[in-house]
């Protein structure tokens, strides 16, 4: 294996320098699936003819703990008809990572449910597209796809596995979202996850909101997440999600923000590296060149890593660093990842964010420090010192972090798994 090698920047305030690791690798596994989604970013049905094997499969894994992996997403099509999925995923957990996997929840049974949890499968993510049966089904192009879907969520939950409740906003359920976020809240979800359609594999004919619907979208959920607690609710492909959350002062900064090409990529089938699964834009293939050369030593992602090679509205906006916008979305529109975010409908100020410095007190430091996945606890880091910045607090405290982060408790049916911001009990309520 080549010797390990990280490309670093240092930050604007020259506080720390930054790390790029594929900390967090979404893997499509294969292509194949038994439903045809409309919308499928991998226009997934039929098994790819070069699918990577067990056991490139199984070195890949190896060479991604090298580089610092701490997070794998293991989806397709759907991830369930690859046999030697729990075998991926029991050396991915071997390794240390913190594994969930991407699926449709139809072939999910207690059997197969209670084998995700004896290979060290941590969450399993579940798209739901509408709370009405036919229409969900109807979408997803299976016959009872939605009970077997609903069903899979109960059976994961039982086993005490994380389920996240994943959906795709369209023009045919925008005014379904907030229905959608109070069944997530009702089946014990994890996480609610809105994804905000790119315009890619076979969604490329099919028609994205505008960006006055996607703000007013975003807004909704900004200002409505409070209500959810503990249940996350967070946008994916929309990451100017946190510049409204900083605009009104609220929590969810230490989540979202584009993270393509500097802490996450895409694995395809036959192992081309993509910066996301929304963008099909090769860095190199793993059949080809290694994984550490394609992460350390790929012009395209040399380029994301770079804020000042960003263009447009994205390239003068004071939020690029804390937002960046989405880049999957800008390729989709501009055939390049650089270009600002069509979806986005904020006009730059040019006046620079306040960067006073943030303190912690002993206690809020201890709690920040236990959480095991480094680059979550980066992320909660810089966003809980954005959200004390946008609400002029000079010190975090205990009580500030219970304030800013949105996941700060969880249900009692995850007692059994390890919390990431579990406060101990001298502290707790």
């Not at 979408?139 to 899979?152: I, K, T, Y």
């Not at 807004?219 to 409070?226: A, D, F, G, K, S």
């Amino acid at each position: 294996m080549e010797t390990q090698t990280v490309d670093t920047i240092s930050s604007e305030h020259g506080a720390h320098t930054q790390e790029f690791r594929p900390s967090l690798v979404s893997w499509n596994l294969t292509r194949r699936c038994n439903l045809r989604c409309p919308h499928c970013y991998l226009s997934a049905g039929k098994k790819a003819e070069q699918e990577l094997t067990t056991e490139e499969c199984l070195a890949l894994i190896d060479e991604m703990k090298a580089l610092g992996t701490e997070m794998v997403i293991l989806t397709g099509g759907e991830p369930l008809l690859r046999k030697d999925i729990f075998d991926i995923a029991t050396r991915c957990a071997e390794q240390g990572m913190w594994v969930v996997m991407g699926t449709n929840g139809v072939l999910i049974d207690d059997r197969v449910a209670q084998r995700m949890v004896d290979c060290g499968i941590k969450g399993v993510g579940i798209s739901i597209d509408s709370v009405d049966p036919e229409k969900h089904n109807s979408f997803r192009g299976g016959p009872n796809s939605w009970e077997h879907s609903v069903r899979a969520l109960k059976i994961c939950r039982q086993h005490g596995l994380e389920v996240l409740v994943q959906s795709t906003v369209m023009a045919s359920n925008y005014e379904e979202v907030p229905k959608l976020i109070d069944f997530a809240k009702e089946i014990g979800a994890w996480s609610f996850n809105l994804y905000f359609l790119v315009q890619t594999g076979r969604g490329q004919l099919m028609n994205d909101l505008s960006a006055e619907q996607t703000e007013s979208m975003l807004t909704h959920l900004v200002e409505h997440q409070e209500a959810y607690r503990p249940m996350l609710v967070r946008s994916k492909c929309a990451p100017h999600f946190k510049r409204l959350a900083y605009e009104r002062g609220l929590g969810g900064l230490e989540s979202g923000g584009c993270m393509a090409g500097t802490h996450y990529c895409r694995i395809t089938p036959d192992g081309d590296v993509t910066p996301c699964p929304y963008m099909d834009l090769s860095a190199g293939n793993v059949r080809d060149s290694s994984f550490t050369e394609i992460w350390n030593h790929s012009d395209l992602f040399s380029g994301l890593r770079d804020l000042e090679r960003l263009e447009g509205r994205c390239g003068a906006c004071e939020f690029n660093e804390l937002c960046g916008g989405c880049r999957c979305r800008a390729y989709a529109a501009f055939e390049n990842p650089l270009q600002e975010d069509p979806a986005c409908t904020y006009q730059p100020t040019g006046q620079p964010l306040d960067a006073h410095i943030v303190l912690w007190d002993p206690q809020a430091r201890a709690r920040l420090d236990r959480i095991p996945i480094a680059f979550i606890r980066s992320k909660v880091q810089s966003g809980l010192e954005a959200y004390a910045r946008s609400n002029s607090i000079p010190l975090i405290t205990d009580e500030i972090m219970q304030q800013g982060l949105q996941g700060d408790a969880r249900p009692k049916a995850f007692d059994k798994l390890p919390s990431f911001l579990k406060r101990p009990p001298s502290v707790q309520d």
